[in-house]
């Protein structure tokens, strides 16, 4: 599962075990996108940093239009 949290609000990803099928839920919205979450990313006009390791997980920067608006953290305990 990945969460990505900005501009206030918080959005889970969740995907099968090839990575082709992605699960996006924002409050009580759940929608389905095929393809990896880096080309829905880019279909939806986000481009992202690279993922850094941080004590307990890896975190990637989310920008639209230049601006910082979130971040996605890979592997984040439950």
Do not use: W
């Amino acid at each position: 599962m990945i969460k990505a949290t900005g501009e206030g609000k918080t959005v889970t990803y969740s995907c099968n075990g090839d990575g082709l099928l992605y699960e996006r839920t924002e409050g009580d919205k759940t929608t389905r996108h095929h393809g990896t979450l880096n080309d829905f990313l880019k279909k939806n006009g986000y481009t992202t940093g690279y993922p850094r390791d941080t004590f307990d997980m890896k975190k990637q920067l989310v920008y639209k239009d230049g601006r910082l608006i979130g971040e996605i953290h890979i592997g984040q305990p439950q």
